[in-house]
């Protein structure tokens, strides 16, 4: 039985950075090899990074990413890699965009893999399930595959599938154990969610036993503007078996040996099969770079980490790649002593190192001192660079020139320190983190265009009750490692207020969270209407006054900052509903 030295590259492309993209194929290509590897796989689209939305319709960019994969199979074999099959995700097209007056049925962009070898592009492979639901529009922008590439590699029969082909049931995969392959290569753009690794593992043990063959999975690691991708990638046996696993949300080669049935069928054969696919065979090569001798290379199986340490290396992972890969030298954010900016300060201070995070104290009249006390305590913590401006004197010139009372005069305190956190973003370059958690943004809590300023938001996903979950997990982590807890206690202790008016807290206005976030759930995330929400145990009255400030809330989530997913239905394009929308859910 042949054994196989494969190469998972489990890597961090950027949207649009075709040469970037190429260097780091380049880079961990290079890697593969000098571990001994005989095959070594990409995730999805690395070449152009992933998702690239509207750029499919701009011809100037296809044209671009078919370049730059021809480029690359030349540049691979120039550094002396040309014999290391090379499997690789990028952009292609057989026809104008869909969308263009000249599109042709059938014909269009394609989300394509290409196997390069010895400075040539010796097979391609066309995405057949394209997902349309949640994040995913693969439908408007990419045509179908129909036909299952099989490569003859080293006397292996070895199958080329995408992404949302493992997710369905059918397709490349059953045809694959027609096709009697005995290695499936799937290479994947797989956003995090929370939980998302406890499915993979036996998603990818059916797809092995349709496929009667084992796979190997690999993933995309980074974040991308909403998105954050947490690696994960493994290798499963035909028999279900997890022989190797990476670790989550770090870039990582993983190595490891396969045992594998050598082909039976001649390379010219084919044919329809079922699910209206066409199988089209070719041939790499008979003779693989030699595996160096010695110790049989195993990958490792790294076990999943506890909810509260994953979402948390999303966040930090998911923050650090969009300030960076934007350029954005530095961060500036409120304190206010509370629980969300503590939390949000520490998961910047974790991202970018406490040198490259400006923390503002912006007090008011209604500041507390214990408020004052602990964003001055939480900065000490950290060591993150510390300010104090007083909002006061504006807010009274403000009141001296206008009428206001009651909610404007707290808008206005809002609003105010929006002023001043965009001034010094203006002034010193820095992003503005905005830090409502998801609790908040659902109901509408927060002062447009006031603490709902800013460039990017970490905790937007992140409902209210898991947020003080994650502050005292972050902490007890800092203690398991001898470190200081970033998060004063009484951040977490004390209860939450917006402290706009004398002697405010968030319950005067909200339930209590403990009773808001399972209702929230179970109507933003599950979709359950308001029969469902009381079926389910809640108070009707309860359930009635937070649906409507739900749905009356629209208008401002429309306008709200760009921030890291988690949950399976996240703000923004997980979740699209119309602002001028008169349906209730009537009692």
Request: proline share 6%; aromatic share 6%; charged share 25%.
């Amino acid at each position: 039985m042949p054994t196989v030295r494969l190469a998972l590259c489990q890597v961090n492309p950027t949207v649009g950075d075709l040469d970037g993209n190429a260097d780091l194929v380049r880079a961990w290509s290079r890697r593969a090899a000098d571990a001994g590897a005989q095959l070594a796989l990409f995730p999805e689209l690395v070449l152009t990074g992933y998702p690239v939305e509207d750029l499919v319709f701009r011809r100037s960019f296809v044209a671009a990413s078919r370049a730059a994969l021809t480029r690359l199979a030349t540049d691979l074999a120039a550094d002396g890699l040309g014999d290391l099959p090379v499997l690789v995700g990028y952009l292609d097209a057989d026809g104008p965009p869909q969308v263009s007056a000249d599109a042709e049925p059938g014909r269009g962009a394609r989300n394509a893999a290409a196997l390069l070898h010895r400075g040539a592009v010796v097979a391609t492979y066309f995405k057949h399930h394209l997902p349309n639901y949640g994040v995913f529009d693969e439908d408007r922008y990419f045509v179908p595959g129909d036909t299952l590439t099989v490569v003859r590699v080293g006397g292996v029969d070895v199958a080329l599938t995408i992404c949302e082909d493992l997710w369905q049931a059918g397709g490349p995969f059953a045809v694959a154990r027609q096709a009697g392959v005995g290695l499936v290569l799937t290479i994947n753009g797989s956003p995090y969610e929370l939980d998302k690794d406890d499915v993979r593992l036996p998603l990818v043990q059916r797809r092995a036993a349709e496929a009667g063959a084992t796979i190997a999975y690999v993933n995309m690691v980074g974040g991308q503007d909403e998105l954050v991708y947490d690696g994960d990638s493994m290798i499963v046996g035909a028999d279900g078996a997890l022989l190797a696993r990476a670790p989550q949300f770090v870039e990582h080669l993983l190595v490891h040996d396969v045992d594998l049935p050598p082909a039976k069928e001649p390379v010219d054969a084919g044919g329809e099969l079922a699910d209206d696919m066409r199988v089209v065979r070719a041939k790499v090569s008979d003779i693989l770079p030699p595996a160096p001798t010695g110790e049989v290379a195993h990958g490792g199986i790294i076990e999943p980490v506890a909810d509260e340490a994953e979402v948390w290396q999303a966040l930090v992972l998911g923050l650090r790649d969009y300030v960076n890969k934007n350029r954005f030298p530095s961060v500036v954010l409120g304190l206010s002593g509370g629980i969300d900016s503590a939390v949000v300060a520490a998961l910047a201070v974790d991202a970018l190192g406490p040198d490259r995070v400006v923390g503002v104290s912006l007090p008011s009249q209604h500041s507390s001192e214990h408020s004052r006390a602990d964003a001055e305590e939480l900065a000490k913590r950290t060591g993150l660079d510390y300010r104090i401006e007083p909002i006061q004197p504006m807010v009274d010139t403000f009141l001296a020139n206008l009428s206001l009372s009651g909610v404007a005069v707290e808008n206005l305190q809002a609003r105010v320190r929006g002023v001043i956190l965009m001034a010094l973003s203006n002034q010193e370059g820095h992003l503005v983190l905005t830090t409502g958690n998801k609790s908040e943004l659902a109901v509408g809590y927060s002062t447009l265009y006031g603490d709902s300023v800013g460039g990017y938001n970490p905790i937007k996903d992140v409902w209210k009750t898991l947020v003080w979950r994650l502050a005292k997990w972050r902490n007890a982590d800092a203690e398991r490692r001898g470190e200081t807890p970033p998060i004063p206690e009484n951040s977490i202790g004390k209860p939450p207020s917006a402290e706009l008016s004398p002697g405010q807290l968030d319950s005067d206005s909200l339930p209590e969270y403990d009773v808001l976030d399972p209702i929230l759930i179970g109507y933003v995330d599950g979709d359950l209407g308001r029969a469902g929400l009381i079926e389910s145990g809640h108070d009707p009255a309860i359930v009635d006054k937070v649906l409507r400030m739900v749905d009356t809330a629209e208008y401002k989530r429309r306008q709200s900052a760009p921030g890291t997913k988690i949950s399976i239905k996240a703000f923004g394009r997980d979740r699209r509903l119309p602002i001028t929308n008169r349906w209730r859910e009537h009692g």
